[in-house]
Each structure stands twice: as structure tokens, then as C-alpha cells.
């Protein structure tokens, strides 16, 4: 009888754990994810590491700090900016323009254009690395250019069904690249 007894109280106990460790679970879980962002009527929580900031200027529409990993000197920044013109090669153009490739490859070389899917629409995605050319002010013609060696950016031209939006990540490689698979996840959990 006492071994049935203990038995039950083992069995209790054991449930009890892992009902207790399913819940911790399904709160970190929870915890893992950010501020709820609305972008052209679509929601979604970011991921907590990135930290909301009040924009640098009035074109930015938002504006996140990605903490810098490894040996990396620099935070990453998520900026976005509504309501821009240009078309998206414009703007994938420009965007690769912002960086020099190492010496003997071309941008074309250390740059990917591939589609991703935001809500339902599909939009041009940009993946290019090398020594960025960052202006605190880009289009002011008296802020000078800091080149960046080791840089990378992810960019987006999203043309969304009340506005278009820009998505441009960008920083140290190894931070970028630390951030890129939350990011794309970001943007395809963005529903209606």
C-alpha cells in the first residue's frame, strides 16, 4: 500500500512539474516578444532585444535600437520610413549606392535582391554588405560621410495599400546578421 502511495504522490508530482514547467514555458515564450507595431493597418509584436526610440528626424516613422553583439562597436538601427516616393529599383538602387565593395567585387557582387511577402503583398528585399557610407543627416549636402567598414543592410521597399513604407536595417555585420532571421519573422507575422 505504501508503494501505491508513494507511486501516486511521484506520479503528482511529476505532473505537477510539468504542468509548471509547460506554463514557465508558454510565459517565456510570452516574454520573448515586444511592443505590438501597426504598419498599414498589419500588427505585430517585435522582438524585446529591440528598443524603440524617439525618431532622429520627421522622415523617419520609427525608429529601434538592435544592441551590438561580438566584437562590434556599434549598435544596429531598424529605421522606418513612410510615405517616400520612388520606385522600388529606385530605391534599391540608391540603397546599394550607400555602400563601397571590397576592393575587386562590385556591388552587384556583395549585394542580393530576393522578394519577401509582407502581409500579402510581395516586396523586393535587399541584402548588402561592404564599408557603409553613413551621413548623420543624409540629405543634407553640408553633413559629411563617416565611411563603416564592415557593414551590412537590410532593406525593404514595401508598397502597402494605404502608403509605402522603407525598412532599412543596418549596422556591423555580425549584430545585422545576429537580428536578420527575428526581423524577417517581424515582417511576416504582420496580419491584418
Request: glycine share 8%; hydrophobic share 40%.
Amino acid at each position: 500500500m505504501k508503494r501505491v502511495l508513494c507511486a501516486a504522490l511521484l506520479g503528482a508530482g511529476v505532473l505537477v512539474w510539468g504542468w509548471s514547467a509547460a506554463e514557465s514555458s508558454a510565459q517565456d515564450k510570452k516574454d520573448e516578444k515586444g511592443k505590438v507595431v501597426e504598419l498599414d493597418g498589419m500588427k505585430a509584436a517585435i522582438p524585446k532585444e529591440w528598443k524603440e526610440e524617439k525618431p532622429d528626424n520627421r522622415m523617419r516613422f520609427l525608429q529601434f535600437r538592435l544592441p551590438k553583439v561580438k566584437d562590434d562597436k556599434v549598435d544596429a538601427e531598424l529605421i522606418i520610413f513612410k510615405g517616400l516616393g520612388g520606385s522600388p529599383e529606385a530605391n534599391i538602387k540608391r540603397w546599394k549606392e550607400m555602400f563601397v565593395p571590397p576592393a575587386g567585387k562590385t556591388l552587384d557582387d556583395v549585394s542580393k535582391v530576393t522578394d519577401i511577402k509582407i502581409g500579402t503583398v510581395k516586396a523586393p528585399y535587399l541584402d548588402v554588405t561592404g564599408t557603409y557610407k553613413f551621413k548623420e543627416r543624409p540629405f543634407d549636402p553640408a553633413s559629411k560621410v563617416e565611411n563603416r567598414p564592415g557593414q551590412r543592410m537590410l532593406a525593404i521597399h514595401y508598397e502597402g495599400g494605404d502608403d509605402a513604407f522603407h525598412f532599412r536595417l543596418v549596422g556591423p555585420a555580425d549584430t545585422v546578421a545576429n537580428y536578420k532571421a527575428g526581423f524577417e519573422e517581424w515582417l511576416k507575422a504582420l496580419k491584418k
